[in-house]
């Protein structure tokens, strides 16, 4: 497999289930409007969230050959789940057999690092998926740098089903947002910062909002991703060298283009031209 990855210069990949990772694709890109992207959506087998580890591995791991075949020398897992089942085997197992020299990061490492300047009470909420919050990774990730923070963690399964089916800002929405939110609030009531542990959850921050008290934070995590990949490649100007800078975007999907086309200017509010690809 290592032949197939040839080009020694290419664009940034980032790579989602579906939708939601243009959430973290729209802040990368005025954060850093320089470089070359791609994105990649696997939008005929979303979502990932229900699915089991080895699933989710496999998925990705075709995904991120797919981007490094079109070149990419660095891919974001903008999907959380994809981030917290996929990413450190991946990063162990076939970079070194495809590539050493690319790279592959997830959204949950920087996250978690601005966590203690965010929260007072070191209390900390996580919203996601099934597959986020049952891997644990928040958890992990956030004990092993500040192992005094009290993490709790809340699936919130339809979430990603209402945004993706246009109904996050319906009245029909209220329920399942209010019940995840009274929920995570009574199992720790010192929580003083939910994480929006999922890339489609930004679409439901007006209706999260409604339901919660003053004084908790909502940590969306685009901002934080963005700087966080601006702040690695200004440390690793080796990759930075590889990284091509004509300002060009390019949208992929696994799924129907047009579909896939009329969501995404609900996340980017702008039309963009999306090309239909298999991967396996």
Aim: aromatic content about 10%.
């Amino acid at each position: 497999m290592e032949n197939r990855f040839s080009s020694k210069t290419g664009p940034i990949g980032i790579f989602d289930s579906g939708y939601g990772g243009l959430t973290i694709f729209d802040k990368i890109q005025k954060q850093m409007p320089e470089y070359d992207y791609i994105y990649l959506g696997d939008n005929a087998r979303t979502p990932y969230g229900t699915r089991s580890f080895e699933v989710v591995y496999h998925f990705t791991r075709q995904a991120v050959a797919e981007l490094f075949k079109a070149g990419c020398q660095l891919v974001i897992l903008a999907c959380n789940t994809a981030s917290a089942k996929a990413l450190r085997t991946i990063q162990q197992r076939d970079l070194p057999a495809w590539d050493a020299q690319r790279r592959v990061l997830g959204v949950i490492r920087p996250t978690v690092e601005m966590m203690d300047t965010v929260s007072q009470t070191k209390h900390i909420g996580i919203l996601g998926t099934n597959g986020t919050i049952s891997s644990g990774s928040y958890t992990l990730e956030i004990k092993k740098m500040f192992p005094a923070m009290t993490v709790t963690g809340e699936a919130c399964p339809m979430w990603v089903p209402l945004v993706e089916n246009n109904e996050f800002d319906s009245p029909g929405a209220d329920y399942f947002v209010r019940k995840h939110i009274e929920h995570i609030l009574s199992i720790d009531p010192l929580i003083d910062t939910l994480v929006l542990g999922c890339t489609h959850y930004p679409l439901l921050i007006n209706k999260i909002r409604k339901f919660l008290p003053d004084g908790i934070t909502l940590f969306a995590q685009g901002e934080y991703v963005a700087a966080s990949l601006k702040d690695y490649l200004h440390r690793h100007p080796e990759m930075d060298a590889r990284l091509t800078k004509q300002h060009t975007r390019r949208f992929l999907t696994t799924e129907s283009a047009a579909k896939f086309s009329e969501a995404a200017s609900l996340f980017l509010n702008q039309p963009i031209t999306v090309e239909q690809i298999t991967i396996n």
